[in-house]
């Protein structure tokens, strides 16, 4: 056994990955290695010294290491790379208190369907010189929380389990997978062992039976609608989705995941269901008798309620619907959506005179969800500030958010015409990720306008990456909403009729704050002060925080008076 670093990886002139015949020779440069051949560009996270032969191999590899200020941070932002690359992201973190912090970033990319490697160290496994310290069950406590969870025991393993972990991630439905590389075996020496390289892989298409099925529903219905669910935001689906739409012109709605999935002003968009019932777009949905719901899945809050008495249900998906007591389709178009669509799109182009018995709908849909954008007021109300973002936000620019009440308001009132431009959690709904998921996005897009739409609660629970994002140089602004509240749940609190209790904070003062990070900060003072601030702030560059006073009162009179009823 040998420890190897320092001793065959000498210096910094050795050749890139596994370069000039030289293997690797301990498990953690296999490691290395094995994420090197699957293209890994940058991993994310905070070491602890059981994955000081994985960071010395780091060292050598064409990797980038991009330390976080908290593991949960690096969790977010890896799956954000899935999210929206469809390539894994991959984090690491140390044992125990390390591994523990990764955990609502697995939670958030398991039903958030983000492909996403974790890789986690742990005390030696062929001796325990240090008893039970620090020593957690980590691949127990991540089995439920992602697709596979393995603790790599031999070295000749790895190579397999890399490769399997990838695909497992990759898969549909996509997710996190975790790796643990105890010390002792990261510092083993590695046997000759190739590495198991990536290869093209192509997913089956519908049969021709389920399409033939799928079409008669289509053309027998008298009040046809499309709805777009979460996988509908898949990276490479896009272009085939809009497609699809394009040519059988029947409207559209979309959950709150699925927003932007249709390229363009296609005429067709009805809304987004940020609610389950009775908000604007439900005048379409509850008249429909044909919903073709594209890649939906159930982590979403549900965007609307089947009942006995509903609509046709047809679910067209990667994977088979989960049934629910609120979602049980009558029929299924099971296999790569995209090209399935293509083929149901063929079976019907031209041939469906009732496509467009909804559109009529739209116009009063639309002209109520834009009612009082550009209110006068201060403290801002939601709709206006949702209307001054997308002023200054370019068609392809992201805005990420963390979750809040504000995020009903961005999930309705914000319109996106290219995909994967409104970032939003509503699976997990976690708060905190919304700082990090930006950061991701602007890493990866640095010529896009990036946008982070924080609460005061959810911004303080990540607000330390700002270190790690003013280090990496990113350009990003992040606006922070101040109520000094959990609005949101002071809102449910207030609609289900409790006392006004305990929701309520103290901030500081976010100018200093950003400041103090070394990044400008900016106050709104009034009621016009949003838009200009922010154009300034992306005219300028770098980080900048912008704290905007939000008055809350419109969530009680639009979402509970307005649409007549208090939701859950
Ligand atoms: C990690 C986490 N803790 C608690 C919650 C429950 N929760 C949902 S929204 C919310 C309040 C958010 O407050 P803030 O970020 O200030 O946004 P606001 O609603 O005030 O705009 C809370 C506590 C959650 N979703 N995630
Ligand atoms: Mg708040």
Redo the contacts with the bound molecule.
């Keep these: 056994m040998t420890k190897s670093s320092g001793t065959i990886l000498d210096g910094d002139s050795r050749p890139k990955g596994l370069g000039a015949g030289m293997g690797p020779s301990s498990g953690a440069q296999l490691l290395v290695a094995a994420l090197e051949g699957e293209g890994v560009k940058r991993i994310f996270g905070v070491p602890g010294e059981e994955n000081l032969d994985v960071v010395e191999a780091l060292r050598h590899s064409s990797i980038e290491l991009v330390l976080t200020r908290h593991e949960q941070a690096a969790a977010f932002m890896a799956a954000t790379h899935g999210r929206l690359t469809g390539e894994a992201g991959v984090c690491l973190a140390t044992l125990g208190p390390g591994a523990l912090n990764l955990t609502?970033g697995a939670a958030y990319a398991l039903l958030g369907a983000m492909p996403m490697v974790m890789i986690t160290g742990q005390k030696g496994v062929l001796s325990r010189k240090q008893a039970r310290f620090q020593i957690v069950d980590i691949v127990s406590t991540m089995t439920p929380l992602t697709k596979m969870a393995h603790r790599i025991v031999g070295n000749a393993t790895i190579p397999s389990l890399v490769r399997e972990a990838f695909r497992m991630a990759h898969q549909e439905r996509p997710g996190p997978v975790h790796l643990e590389l105890p010390e002792d075996v990261a510092a083993e020496e590695a046997p000759d062992v190739p590495l198991v390289p990536p290869h093209p892989t192509t997913l089956p298409v519908a049969h021709p039976a389920a399409l033939d099925r799928a079409a008669q529903l289509i053309r027998a219905a008298q009040y046809p609608l499309v709805m777009l669910g979460a996988a509908a935001s898949r990276p490479r689906l896009s272009a085939a989705l809009s497609d699809f739409v394009r040519r059988v012109q029947i409207p559209f709605f979309n959950t709150q995941m699925g927003k932007g999935s249709v390229a363009g002003g296609s005429g067709l968009y009805m809304g987004t269901a940020a609610l389950s019932a009775r908000d604007y777009v439900h005048d379409c949905v509850d008249r429909a008798d044909l919903i073709i719901s594209i890649g939906h899945d159930t982590v979403e809050k549900p965007p609307f309620l089947m009942g006995p008495d509903g609509p046709t249900v047809l679910h067209v998906g990667y994977i088979p619907a989960t049934v629910e007591e609120v979602y049980f389709p009558h029929a299924e178009l099971i296999g790569d959506i995209g090209p399935s669509l293509a083929l149901l799109a063929e079976r019907l182009e031209g041939n469906l005179p009732r496509a467009g018995a909804l559109l009529p709908l739209r116009d009063s849909i639309l002209a109520h969800i834009a009612a009082r954008a550009t209110e006068h007021r201060y403290p801002l109300t939601p709709q206006r500030i949702v209307h001054d973002v997308r002023q200054v936000m370019p068609e392809d620019g992201i805005v990420c958010l963390?979750?809040?009440?504000?995020?009903i308001w961005f999930a309705r009132n914000y319109r996106t015409r290219v995909a994967n431009t409104l970032l939003l959690d509503n699976a997990?709904?976690?708060?905190?990720a919304g700082l990090p998921s930006a950061m991701m996005a602007s890493m990866l897009y640095p010529d896009r306008r990036v946008l982070a739409v924080?609460?005061?609660?959810?911004?303080?629970?990540s607000s330390q990456e700002l270190e790690t994002a003013v280090r990496l140089g990113l350009n990003l602004v992040v606006l922070i909403?101040?109520?000094n509240?959990?609005?949101?749940?002071?809102?449910k609190q207030a609609a289900d009729g409790f006392a006004d209790f305990g929701?309520t904070f103290g901030n500081p003062d976010f100018v200093t704050y950003a400041s103090a990070y070394g990044m400008k900060g900016t106050r709104v003072a009034d009621a016009d002060g949003l838009a200009p601030a922010l154009e300034a702030a992306f005219a300028a560059g770098g980080m900048h925080l912008v704290a905007v006073p939000?008055d809350?009162s419109e969530n009680m009179r639009v979402l509970v008076e307005e649409l007549g009823r208090v939701r859950k």
């Design positions: 609502t963390d979750n809040g009440m504000y995020k997990l709904a976690t708060m905190g924080c609460g005061d609660g959810g911004f303080m629970m909403l101040e109520d509240a959990y609005g949101m749940i002071r809102w929701m939000v809350y």
